[in-house]
């Protein structure tokens, strides 16, 4: 079985620095994109970034490019989001998400989940 | 590209038939999936590529469209189902989502 276990809430004020984690376990690691949606409150899903640990291929989207860094250590088959400085609009619930492919001639699609990581910026 | 959902809500019965329509700013070929989302939970895949029904998913829910087109049918709503469904391009970066739909109990 495939699980995504993300690490736990976090309160920080703003202008400190966050790094959240995404554990992931149950198959190779090195073979699978792995992305991160954010969700703030009352609001809908936005995609911000995905991995390859493979070839440490990354992509983010426009509105968190050079605001966030997307990562990854094998060791302990993790992907990371990192904040060098939050602001209070980063405040949200974050979701890590395994990018598959689900069958020949298809994209990938998000088919696996984390539970989810809120993370609040507030002074 | 944008993906436009309608309705943002819809109240609907037990048993009733529902449709969701997602509408793309640009032509995606079928690579498009439909997400469900329960409040404090994660989304969860339902339908891929447009029209393929991820496992485990039941049969009462079905996706059909491609390049700009697509919709979300529900045969008969449970009342498992209220949530809110998402529409997801995959054709390119950045990868987007729609609004949302929230489906509530009549």
């Known amino acids: 079985d495939v699980h995504l276990v993300q690490s736990g809430a976090e309160l920080k004020k703003p202008g400190e620095s966050l790094k959240i984690s995404c554990k992931v376990s149950?198959?190779?690691?090195?073979?699978?994109?792995i992305g991160w949606v954010r969700q703030k409150p009352g609001n809908g899903l936005e995609w911000l970034a995905v991995?390859?640990?493979?070839?440490?291929?990354?992509a983010y989207s426009p509105s968190v490019q050079g605001r966030v860094t997307i990562s990854f250590d094998r060791s302990v088959t993790s992907v990371f989001l990192h904040w060098e400085s939050l602001a209070t609009s980063d405040s949200a619930t974050y979701y890590c998400?395994?990018?598959?492919?689900?069958?020949?001639?298809?994209?990938?699609?998000?088919?696996?989940w984390g539970q989810g990581t809120l993370v609040t910026v507030s002074s | 590209i944008q993906l436009t959902q309608s309705p943002s809500s819809l109240s609907a019965s037990v048993g009733d038939r529902v449709t969701i329509t997602c509408r793309a700013s640009?032509?995606?070929?079928?690579?498009l999936a439909w997400y469900q989302q329960k409040p404090g939970r994660a989304p969860k895949l339902l339908i891929y590529?447009?029209?393929t029904l991820q496992s485990g998913v039941p049969s009462r829910f079905s996706g059909s469209g491609s390049g700009t087109d697509f919709t979300l049918t529900i045969s008969s709503l449970q009342p498992e189902d209220f949530a809110t469904y998402y529409c997801?391009?995959?054709?390119?970066?950045?990868?987007?989502f729609g609004g949302g739909t929230k489906v509530e109990i009549k």
């Open positions: 997801q391009q995959v054709d390119n970066y950045p990868l987007t």
């Open positions: 991995i390859y640990p493979g070839d440490s291929e990354t």
């Open positions: 590529a447009a029209s």
């Open positions: 998400a395994r990018w598959d492919y689900l069958g020949p001639g298809t994209q990938r699609y998000f088919n696996y």
């Open positions: 640009q032509g995606i070929s079928t690579f």
């Open positions: 149950g198959d190779s690691f090195s073979n699978h994109y």
